[in-house]
């Protein structure tokens, strides 16, 4: 980060002082976030998740050691980041492009990234478009390279040629509407505080920071253009698919498709976190259609033989499998006790598997 650059310092956190900028780029206007003094040091990008924001990352990025310069990024549409619409049809490759254009902007010639859920996504497709920008990828329960919802095997076949099952349909209205008005009560169990406490960890999770972390939440930009996007009717089970604008039918089968990164060259090393609690990123994900808890909500459910729960860590592995064989090499680290955020409830276990993987990037 250039002293140049007009910035805001953030309240200190856990010793370390995080700035914040917005930045121009040949994009968009990016907000940044970084720990103050690193310059010198080997950049580490975080791309945050669906419904979220930058501030999720304080924790993690002020633990790591002064070797490296954390630099988390808001996504388009939210934190302080511009509210530009997302191209559905594009996949995640608009903030992938406003990633690799806030990285030009910061004059970040090459940089590690770490991604979680959505920005795990958004991170494969930076590495699949530019795999000479990253000296290695380190993917925190990230959404299936196949999409999110809509699948039913590990190659990605899709429960219908529209996608039905996946998309903006996916998400209740309830809390699409309670995310707009701004809703931190504890009392409304469709709201984003319900969301974050039964969601984002598991059970046992120590509250700390919650404040911060639902406001992160709250700051994501609400519409068909932004989260959850627009909403297409389908003649299949469970009768939505994906439209053609916002986030979530950016991350749907018929718009995301992320196996090429099996085939990029270089190929940078792949660290794959995740909790052993997760239950949105899973191979029985409770936001799925498909769910057992959530099948009788939709009339007409035609049986698990044919509309299964879409197998999310079973992709994964397909793809990184493949990966590997074709010449990278991937860990995967389960994190007990953790759900869909284990940096945030487990940071002294994640840390242990992330600075290695580092570490052991640069000496390549």
């Given at each position: 980060m250039t002293d140049s650059l007009p910035h805001r310092p953030h309240e200190a956190f856990a010793g370390a002082s995080i700035d914040?900028?917005?930045?121009?780029?040949?994009?968009?206007?990016?907000?940044?976030?970084?720990?103050?003094?690193?310059?010198?040091?080997?950049?580490?990008?975080?791309?945050?998740?669906?419904?979220?924001?930058?501030?999720?990352?304080f924790p993690l990025m002020a633990h790591l050691p002064r070797r490296f310069r954390p630099i988390a990024l808001d996504l388009r549409g939210f934190g302080g980041s511009?509210?530009?619409?997302?191209?559905?049809?594009?996949?995640?490759?608009?903030?992938?492009d406003d990633v690799l254009a806030a990285l030009d902007a910061l004059h970040l010639g090459r940089a590690h990234v770490v991604g979680w859920s959505l920005g795990g996504a958004v991170a494969m497709q930076a590495?699949?478009?530019?795999?000479?920008?990253?000296?290695?990828?380190?993917?925190?329960?990230?959404?299936?390279?196949?999409?999110?919802?809509?699948?039913?095997?590990?190659?990605?076949?899709?429960?219908?040629?529209?996608?039905?099952?996946?998309?903006?349909?996916?998400?209740?209205?309830k809390f699409v509407q309670a995310l707009a008005n701004g809703d931190t009560s504890s009392e409304n169990r469709s709201g984003p505080r319900a969301l974050l406490r039964r969601a984002y960890v598991a059970p046992g999770w120590d509250g700390e920071g919650e404040e911060e972390l639902l406001a992160g939440m709250l700051s994501t930009v609400v519409g068909p253009d932004n989260y959850p996007g627009d909403v297409a009717r389908s003649e299949s089970w469970p009768f939505f698919a994906p439209g053609t604008r916002g986030v979530m039918n950016a991350i749907a089968p018929t718009n995301l498709e992320l196996t090429d990164l099996v085939e990029v060259e270089p190929k940078p090393p792949v660290l794959w976190l995740r909790g052993n609690g997760d239950v949105v990123i899973s191979d029985a994900s409770s936001m799925d259609p498909a769910a057992p808890s959530r099948t009788g909500a939709i009339a007409g459910y035609p049986g698990p033989e044919v509309a299964p729960p879409q197998p999310m860590i079973a992709q994964t592995r397909a793809v990184l499998d493949a990966f590997a064989e074709r010449g990278g090499r991937?860990?995967?680290?389960?994190?007990?006790?953790?759900?869909?955020?284990?940096?945030?409830?487990?940071?002294?276990?994640?840390?242990?598997?992330?600075?290695p993987h580092l570490d052991g990037a640069e000496k390549e």
């Amino acid at each position: 980060m250039t002293d140049s650059l007009p910035h805001r310092p953030h309240e200190a956190f856990a010793g370390a002082s995080i700035d914040t900028a917005v930045i121009p780029t040949a994009r968009t206007a990016t907000c940044v976030r970084w720990i103050a003094g690193r310059d010198r040091s080997e950049p580490v990008v975080f791309l945050h998740g669906n419904i979220s924001s930058s501030l999720f990352f304080f924790p993690l990025m002020a633990h790591l050691p002064r070797r490296f310069r954390p630099i988390a990024l808001d996504l388009r549409g939210f934190g302080g980041s511009d509210p530009d619409p997302v191209d559905a049809t594009r996949g995640v490759r608009d903030f992938s492009d406003d990633v690799l254009a806030a990285l030009d902007a910061l004059h970040l010639g090459r940089a590690h990234v770490v991604g979680w859920s959505l920005g795990g996504a958004v991170a494969m497709q930076a590495v699949i478009d530019a795999p000479e920008r990253f000296s290695s990828l380190t993917l925190i329960a990230p959404v299936s390279p196949f999409g999110f919802g809509g699948t039913i095997d590990a190659e990605g076949r899709m429960l219908a040629p529209d996608g039905a099952g996946s998309g903006a349909g996916m998400v209740s209205p309830k809390f699409v509407q309670a995310l707009a008005n701004g809703d931190t009560s504890s009392e409304n169990r469709s709201g984003p505080r319900a969301l974050l406490r039964r969601a984002y960890v598991a059970p046992g999770w120590d509250g700390e920071g919650e404040e911060e972390l639902l406001a992160g939440m709250l700051s994501t930009v609400v519409g068909p253009d932004n989260y959850p996007g627009d909403v297409a009717r389908s003649e299949s089970w469970p009768f939505f698919a994906p439209g053609t604008r916002g986030v979530m039918n950016a991350i749907a089968p018929t718009n995301l498709e992320l196996t090429d990164l099996v085939e990029v060259e270089p190929k940078p090393p792949v660290l794959w976190l995740r909790g052993n609690g997760d239950v949105v990123i899973s191979d029985a994900s409770s936001m799925d259609p498909a769910a057992p808890s959530r099948t009788g909500a939709i009339a007409g459910y035609p049986g698990p033989e044919v509309a299964p729960p879409q197998p999310m860590i079973a992709q994964t592995r397909a793809v990184l499998d493949a990966f590997a064989e074709r010449g990278g090499r991937y860990r995967e680290v389960v994190i007990g006790g953790a759900g869909h955020a284990p940096y945030l409830e487990k940071l002294p276990v994640t840390l242990e598997a992330l600075v290695p993987h580092l570490d052991g990037a640069e000496k390549e």
